[in-house]
């Protein structure tokens, strides 16, 4: 059998050692960056939506009873303002809204946990209804928002984060942060809507409101709805509404209908109106109500913050428009209040 000598030999081998290792000085290269690139992306994707770290920061804990589920969530006060911010306030507006928006949420369970608000079904101090505040967890944000969640909830975060532990307060004391979502161009004196004159939650202009998707709306009922829903008697061949107040904003104070004489907001309430600012028309045995605005009227309109920071307003300045003589203060020395009770 003839053998491989000299250079022959040589160059085989050489042939030979460039197959078994040239793939892996060309793999090599791929395997070890392939990971980091994704851990990198990882990374900055998690540092995103967390750089606030509210949850890392739990000054106080909020329970919230979870109606449908019937349990409750210990959250974190930050955390808890955050899911509030997203399940009231629309993500896609202005920054210095959201922020304003934060003041509110963060102010109103302030309050009502150092007034000491009765506990709940297993502890819990809130609902996570309208009865105290909208409140969705981190699952249902999102399957609400889908693949917007990453910057919809980096956006409120930063809402959050940048207004930490910021409250409004009134001679002292947190303030009733009441919102809403569109005015008819005004806000509502809160002795108007509600009994009690409180000297922060006055009337003021509110223009942005007109660009709101809900700034008008119209409801048809028919004459048997309308007696059945305001237990009244009409006579069609009056006025529907006679003997007409209106408040400052020009929504409806009192008005007459059929054989009653209600109030704006029974009417609003009875037949589920957007607003108590109303007109009516009588056509073809129908009664239709046009609305302007959208909730009740008193505190701070949404849509009216977003127009403020639209065109430049900070945060400080929407909030102190829309809520009279306020000062901007620190919740750490409400805490101890808080826990007590």
């Not at 079904?121 to 889908?146: C, F, I, P, S």
């Not at 020395?333 to 009770?341: E, F, Q, R, T």
Request: proline share 4%; no cysteine; hydrophobic share 40%.
């Amino acid at each position: 059998m003839k053998m491989w000598k000299g250079p022959s030999f040589l160059f085989i081998s050489v042939l030979i050692l460039m197959i078994l290792v040239l793939p892996t000085l060309i793999v090599l290269p791929f395997i070890q960056h392939e990971p980091m690139e994704v851990a990198t992306d990882q990374t900055a994707s998690t540092e995103v939506v967390d750089e606030y770290n509210l949850e890392d920061n739990p000054a106080f804990v909020v329970s919230v009873l979870r109606n449908q589920a019937n349990q409750v969530e210990e959250v974190p006060l930050e955390l808890y303002v955050s899911r509030v911010v997203a399940s009231e306030m629309p993500a896609d507006f202005e920054l210095e809204a959201l922020k304003a928006q934060a003041l509110a949420a963060r102010t109103y369970i302030v309050r009502y946990l150092v007034e000491g608000g009765e506990k709940l079904q297993g502890g819990a101090d809130v609902t996570d209804t309208v009865q105290h505040q909208v409140y969705k967890n981190d699952a249902e944000l999102r399957q609400v928002w889908g693949g917007d969640y990453d910057w919809k909830m980096s956006k409120i975060r930063q809402a959050v984060g940048e207004t930490t532990g910021e409250i409004l307060t009134f001679e002292g004391d947190p303030i009733f942060a009441a919102f809403f979502s569109t005015s008819n161009g005004k806000t509502e004196n809160s002795e108007d809507y509600w009994q009690n004159e409180i000297p922060y939650l006055r009337s003021v202009a509110s223009p942005w409101d007109e660009t709101s998707p809900k700034y008008l709306d119209q409801k048809v009922f028919s004459e048997a709805q309308m007696e059945q829903l305001l237990a009244v008697t009409i006579d069609p061949s009056k006025p529907v509404l006679a003997n007409v107040e209106k408040t400052d904003s020009n929504r409806i104070s009192k008005a007459t209908i059929g054989d009653k004489t209600l109030t704006g907001r029974e009417i609003r309430e009875s037949l589920d109106l957007q607003s108590s600012d109303f007109t009516v028309e009588h056509k073809d045995g129908h009664f239709v109500f046009t609305t302007k605005g959208y909730g009740h009227g008193v505190g701070m309109s949404q849509f009216g913050a977003n127009g403020m920071a639209q065109e430049g307003k900070s945060y400080k300045e929407i909030v102190t428009h829309f809520y009279k003589g306020v000062a901007i203060e620190e919740v750490d020395s409400y805490l101890p209040k808080m826990a007590s009770k």
